[in-house]
């Protein structure tokens, strides 16, 4: 079934943004979609040009478009065999503030190879309703919100949303699942819900960690289960499985799984690890933007993503909205007259301004 493509080179993507996410702040729990950031910088990658489009050709490993395009279209019309595969569903919405011109060249690439669906809005606060019920109708109610405002120079946004719910092939042994315990990152101990296969599967082992996959009704769709050994920096294994793969040997071997039952969310601000991972210069005024409009002046200026994933008995449901926006340098927002940051002891005072009463007031010396 494997169809090598333009879009494995999304897993040396995924590679580089994991070893980003804990500079970024993240700890713990981690969930994000390689895919998701992946596709619209493919779709940005479509209206860059000179040097703009020199970095985000190199970070997605591509040469030029056309063979993303064609991966696009394949993988977007990818046929299921039957009615009773997992389902992977993918939605592309691009949003445009009414006042601003997009070149129609890049209408129609995105439209025709991304399968982005296009419309114009006053980018006013019911942008951020529709943005975030369409991520809601997209990902079963899921995720429900993924913008929370817009800056005054955003004039467009990209949103892709990721909805996926598979069965296992075989599923982790009904009633097996038993009270255990989980050592936490920072080595205190939590009870979790483990679940339990005793199973023919595919297992991989060596010195740094073992590894089992598990496949979902249909066979397109797996998920593998990664143990680094205790004295290896699992962290750095995990980037390169993400880069490289697993060479999980053929045939199966008949072995036990236990894992937790899990439920799991989380949110990135994925603007970041991209300047850190090597796109600085799409987030800057030194961006070149003018396939989308000949005028120029605009930057990539967010890129959040919102997920959700949960692993139980019976299989997986995965959930991923992206949102990116870009900004128009041209408007000339108006500069402040005066900047406070409340970075020390400051005070409060609620008063009635009617009666000249002051309510309430308050010193905060403390956080």
């Known amino acids: 079934m494997n169809q090598p493509g333009s879009f494995q080179k999304v897993s040396s993507v995924a590679s580089v943004l994991w070893d980003n996410l804990p500079e970024s702040g993240n700890s713990g729990n981690i969930v994000f979609s390689p895919f998701g950031i992946y596709l619209l910088l493919a779709a940005l990658n479509e209206g860059a040009s000179g040097k703009t489009a020199e970095i985000l050709s190199a970070f997605l490993g591509i040469g030029s478009p056309e063979p993303v395009r064609a ?16 389902l992977l569903t993918i939605a592309n919405l691009f949003l445009i503030k009414n006042t601003f011109n997009v070149s129609e060249n890049f209408l129609l690439t995105i439209r025709e190879y991304y399968r982005f669906y296009a419309e114009r809005s006053a980018f006013d606060s019911a942008v951020l309703t529709t943005v975030n019920k369409w991520a ?3 990902t079963g109610g899921r995720i429900n919100e993924v913008l929370r405002a817009l800056t005054p120079d955003e004039v467009m946004v990209l949103v892709n949303s990721i909805l996926f719910t598979g069965q296992w092939e075989t599923p982790f042994q009904s009633g097996a699942t038993r009270q255990g315990n989980f050592t936490n990152l920072d080595g205190t101990i939590s009870g979790a819900n483990m679940m339990f296969l005793r199973d023919e599967m595919e297992y991989y082992h060596c010195a740094d960690y073992s590894a089992v996959r598990l496949k979902y009704t249909g066979g397109r769709f797996s998920m593998i289960f990664l143990l680094p050994e205790a004295d290896a920096s699992g962290g750095g294994i995990f980037s390169t499985v993400l880069s ?3 060479p999980f040997p053929k045939g199966g071997s008949y072995g036990e799984l236990r894992a937790p ?3 799991l969310s ?14 600085a210069n799409l987030f800057s005024p030194d961006a070149n ?7 120029g002046m605009l930057n990539a200026n967010r890129v959040i993503q919102r997920n959700s994933l949960s692993v139980d008995e019976a299989g997986t449901i995965a959930a991923s909205v992206t949102a990116a926006t870009v900004a ?3 408007m000339n927002p108006r500069k402040p007259d005066f900047s406070i940051t409340c970075d020390r002891t400051y005070y409060l005072l609620l008063r009635d301004e009617v009666f000249g009463v002051p309510l ?6 403390e956080m």
């Open 71 to 86: 991966e696009a279209v394949r993988f977007f019309t990818f046929p299921s065999r039957r009615t009773s595969e997992s």
């Open 289 to 295: 933007l003018t396939g989308i409009n000949p005028d």
């Open 136 to 138: 809601s109708e997209n």
């Open 360 to 365: 309430i007031a308050a010193r905060v010396a």
């Open 244 to 246: 490289d793969g697993i």
């Open 328 to 330: 128009f340098r041209g």
């Open 261 to 263: 039952r899990i439920g």
């Open 266 to 279: 989380n949110e990135i601000n994925a603007d970041e690890i991209l300047k850190k991972a090597g796109l």
